[in-house]
């Protein structure tokens, strides 16, 4: 892995699930920290933990649904902290219901916080990368953008369009020196599944920890420069849920 002295990583969806695990993981590495969620009381209870491994953790409440609003807000908060090396685009909401049964409403906003949202953390970033001639972006996914589910069409379509939009970035911005990755993990134990959003019965113990999937984030951001995983499915020991 690579030298982290003086690296920052902005994570949002960073008060909980895997963004929190994420922020610790990094911080544990001498990664300093822009911590992006709804809730500063939430984020500055991850930050006061990352704190005492000795990384800088700054935290902005920020609410990604409002996503014409995003990039601005992005934007402010990469100039606040100097730079921006690693992007960890982690918030995200889960619905569950047939296609047929989704109101159009709903469909918008599963699309505009799994997927616009991101497209508005990445614009807001990506000058920055290019002035320096390298950075790392990593969206998390999931298995369901690879292989749908019955009943999760909304959350399928917006983790697919996550995945094409990740390909299309990198592809349009390695030669800049700029990293895209995506984290596709199967089901794992976060607040998700407890949303109003969300009808299940599976097994929440036999689910992935965010701590095993912010492993993987750390190890993508981490790796030497010429190095890049441009896609990792993350899969608990059962199988898919």
């Keep these: 892995m690579t030298l982290t002295t003086g690296k920052r990583a902005l994570i949002t969806g960073a008060s909980s699930g895997i963004g929190k695990a994420t922020a610790l993981a990094f911080a544990k590495m001498g990664v300093d920290l822009a911590l992006v969620g709804r809730s500063i009381d939430r984020l500055e209870a991850v930050a006061s933990a990352a704190r005492q491994t000795g990384v800088e953790a700054k935290t902005y409440a920020v609410d990604l649904a409002q996503i014409h609003a995003v990039p601005e807000k992005i934007a402010a908060i990469a100039a606040d902290c100097g730079t921006i090396d690693i992007l960890v685009n982690s918030a995200g909401m889960g619905y569950t219901g047939a ?143």
């Design 99 to 241: 296609l047929s049964a989704t109101p159009l409403s709903d469909w918008q906003k599963v699309i505009d916080l799994n997927l616009t949202s991101v497209f508005g953390c990445i614009l807001a970033v990506l000058p920055i990368m290019r002035e320096h001639g390298s950075g790392t972006i990593i969206n998390v996914a999931s298995i369901a953008g690879q292989t749908p589910f019955p009943n999760w069409g909304a959350y399928s379509v917006s983790k697919a369009g996550l995945i094409a939009l990740a390909k299309t970035l990198a592809a349009e911005e390695s030669d800049r020196g700029i990293r895209v990755t995506t984290i596709c993990p199967g089901a794992v134990n976060t607040e998700l599944w407890d949303s109003e959003t969300v009808q299940h019965n599976f097994d929440r113990n036999a689910m992935l920890t965010p701590e095993i999937v912010a492993q993987s984030i750390v190890h993508a951001a981490l790796l030497p420069a010429p190095a890049a995983i441009s896609e990792l499915t993350l899969m608990p020991g059962g199988g898919a849920l």
